[in-house]
């Protein structure tokens, strides 16, 4: 499969640029199986990596020339100076790949300029990491041809400054590292706060189940202010309590803290969410690692009321792939991503799963909400090398 995308890409780029890219990568969108809204906490997040990739034909340049096209995009080839690079100057696509060089450069690596052509199959605007996969594809295909040595992590670190400073985002560090370091087979339980890792397998098949995926098609086009407000609001619980972050209120500590809050109703909200979502983080490690599978439903059901009802960040069309799909005997299920539309999961056992999206899909239909796309998420391999 990716010998394919990887020829097509390439000859696209030979059409653009009149020469042979001198590689082609790949980098994945992600699902995240459970812990939202807790990487800009400093707690623990647990992807995984979709077959979904943004691929990238690139060549090195030694004339502090960047060129960017994209597949998915109605423009031609856009062509910057390096050295113009600048934060928020660009409120166009080409912001997050020229973003990622602007943040490797200004990080004191010598890029000296790059042609490149992007084409990507992760869904945009559906809550899957369109934009890091962009980031990490050019910053990985950078990291290779300028010989940069830089890891995994270090790459994800680079391309969360590339969006936080220069599209202006305020995004924690999950997707990044997600598309960087995800493994195919496992799900990536992620400590954010040092970004240690520990790859969990994570193969439904094997245990005749699935997972899937549920893009409800609102794209969550408003989703950049009030992520900012949640954001700010979980900055504030923690400033009120005197810790550098949420993650250090221990669970156990979660009803002083409450009570520490006294009336800021929101800010407890924020807080409850935030604690007893990185608790419920380590329950599904404990659980798969002693190989309960099928208990980690109602942990994903008890996530999604949390981020329903306590961060307030669902919108009826989650609430409805989520209900529906447990009415119709899903094991578990929840919104995914940054919230306000996008995506929810469903993990169902595999003989319910066409039942579960028969009703889904009924239900939007008699809900007048636009068609859901349902496709079912393999954890998939990390950002690559293709060709
Ligand atoms: C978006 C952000 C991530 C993370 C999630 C919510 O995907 O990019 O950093 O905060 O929302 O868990």
Known sequence: MSEAVAETVASRFGELYGAEPHGVWAAPGRVNLIGE???YNDGFVMPFALP????????RREDGVLRLHSADVEQGVTEFRLDTLSPESDKNWTAYPAGVVWALREAGHAVTGADIHLASTVPSGAGLSSSAALEIV?????????????????LARLCQRAENVYVGAPVGIMDQ?????????HALFLDTRDLSQKQIPFDLAAEGMRLLVVDTQVKHSHSEGEYGKRRAGCEKGADLLGVDALRDVPY?????????????????????????ENERVERVVSLLESGETRSIGPVLIEGHASLRDDFRISCPELDLVVDTALASGALGSRMTGGGFGGAAIVLAEESDVDAITKSVTEAFAAAGFKTP???????????????
């Not at 979904?52 to 060549?59: K, S």
């Not at 590292?177 to 087979?185: L, N």
């Open 52 to 59: 979904h990739t943004a691929v990238a034909a690139v060549a």
């Open 373 to 387: 796309r349902v496709f079912e998420a393999v954890p998939s391999a990390g950002a690559r090398r293709i060709r």
């Open 37 to 39: 809204h807790t990487d």
């Open 252 to 276: 156990a500590g979660l009803d002083a803290a409450l009570a520490r809050l006294g009336d800021e109703e929101e800010v407890r909200r924020l807080v409850r969410h935030i604690v007893t």
């Open 138 to 154: 050019v910053a990985l295909a950078l990291n290779d041809l300028f010989s940069l040595g830089l890891r995994g992590w270090q």
């Open 177 to 185: 590292t997600a598309s960087a370091c995800c493994e195919a087979g």
